[in-house]
């Protein structure tokens, strides 16, 4: 189900919050610590309504399937 304060467009993909344990499956999988990953703002267009806090990690759904993540700063 879409939020109805974050965007919606055909280019924009699929952002969501992780679980703490989603969160440290990804990063024991990649095995990567959180300060390794690419960053995205609290405040991005993309996160608006999705209640993304810093230092939570948001996957990303690109429109080809694959898979991107992102720790959430302020």
């Known amino acids: 189900m879409a939020d109805k304060d974050a965007p919606s467009h055909e280019i924009i993909p ?9 969160a440290e499956k990804v ?25 993304a806090k810093a230092g939570q990690i948001v996957g990303i759904t690109r429109l ?5 993540y992102r720790l959430v700063i302020e």
């Open 27 to 51: 990063l024991a999988d990649f095995r990567v610590s959180r300060i390794q990953i690419p960053k995205i703002h609290a405040k991005d267009a993309a996160l608006a309504g999705k209640g």
């Open 64 to 68: 080809d399937g694959s898979q991107y």
């Open 14 to 22: 699929e952002h969501r919050v992780l679980s703490k344990d989603d």
